[in-house]
């Protein structure tokens, strides 16, 4: 059904818009969900639909007072300012997401 791709396409397009994954946002918030640089976006995710750790937004959404510094492999993490406490969501979320999947 071509109207409920549309609509899809948008609420995929919405979301990366609010989100702030649209231009080089992906490299920060998270792979992109839409379709709007092409199919060949190297930022969009695999699966839309699908929660993944690797592609997801980590950092934490209930505050700014961060900042992103790599760790040991070069992987982006978010820290607290002063750089000592960790604001990645916990292994537990993802054991959820994929629980449900299991299920």
Known sequence: DKVGQFF???DAFVDDATARR???GAAFYGKRKSNFYGKE???RKRDRSVPDP???YQ???ST???KWVPDEDG???PVTR???TNLERPPQFWDRAFAEKDD
């Open 8 to 10: 899809e396409e948008l």
């Open 22 to 24: 649209l231009g080089n």
């Open 41 to 43: 976006d190297k930022s």
């Open 54 to 56: 690797t592609e997801d």
């Open 59 to 61: 950092g934490p959404t």
């Open 64 to 66: 700014g007072l961060f």
């Open 75 to 77: 992987q982006l993490r």
């Open 82 to 84: 002063s750089g000592k």
